[in-house]
């Protein structure tokens, strides 16, 4: 009984470092929200950082394609997690998007405005996640995290979407033992009828947050 005890605090400890750790590697730069024009501060596909976050983008959805591929060739699949609410839209982002530029990519055919609103590189620490990005008609603001709210592993990220006449609220979660625990994550969630997130999770060493890279997207699906 004391040695089981003292191997759920060791675990307990372990897991405590782990969500600390990812916290600190992932962690947003601070926001306020009293700018009263939003767009005049906000992030544009002309922004040089916005330019290499769209690539790193684009390197973190092929190294996820080949991850994928590897593991179905290997019938390691348990090295995974896909997270299927969609008919196999997941699994689709990952083997049939082909980006056509910063602004625009194909899934299967369809076409779809994207914008990244965060992405980071473990090897570079090229950590992007503004408060503001404004790419034509879509404003995207990261909302102010509640600070006297205490976390137990699951950390979120609030954003409000302001799309032509309509605004929408979403988030994105991120449990950093749990992203480290496979080589590839990706999950999808719909936003409204024709608005998605997308967010991938690529692990270059299982049981460490210090080797994640990380991309969330937002997807329009054109008319």
């Known amino acids: 009984m004391m040695i089981s005890k003292k191997l759920s605090l060791v675990f307990t400890i372990i897991l405590v470092l782990a969500v600390l750790v990812y916290i600190s590697n992932h962690e947003h730069p601070s926001t306020t929200t009293n700018n009263t024009n939003p767009q005049s501060n906000a992030f544009t596909i002309e922004n040089r950082t916005y330019k290499l976050a769209t690539k790193e983008f684009s390197n973190i959805l092929k190294e996820a394609k080949d991850l994928y591929l590897n593991v179905l060739k290997m019938n390691e699949t348990w090295k995974i997690l896909i997270y299927e609410p969609y008919s196999n839209f997941s699994k689709t982002f990952i083997l049939n998007t082909t980006?056509?530029?910063e602004t625009t990519l194909l899934i299967d055919h369809a076409v779809y405005k994207y914008v990244v609103v965060h992405v980071y590189n473990a090897e570079s620490k090229f950590n992007f996640m503004p408060q503001r990005i404004?790419?034509?008609d879509l404003l995207i603001e990261l909302l102010p995290r509640n600070k006297s709210v205490t976390y137990t592993g699951v950390i979120s990220y609030n954003?409000?979407?302001?799309?032509g006449n309509e605004t929408y609220e979403t988030s994105f979660s991120s449990i950093g033992f749990i992203e480290a625990s496979y080589y590839l994550t990706v999950s999808t969630n719909k936003v409204?009828?024709?608005i998605y997130q997308v967010k991938i999770t690529t692990a270059r060493k299982i049981g460490n947050t210090a080797y994640i890279n990380v991309a969330w997207i937002i997807l329009i699906k054109e008319d």
Not at 159 to 163: C, N, P, V
């Open 159 to 163: 954003y409000r979407i302001s799309y």
């Open 134 to 136: 404004h790419v034509d």
């Open 192 to 194: 409204s009828d024709n």
């Open 99 to 101: 980006i056509l530029n």
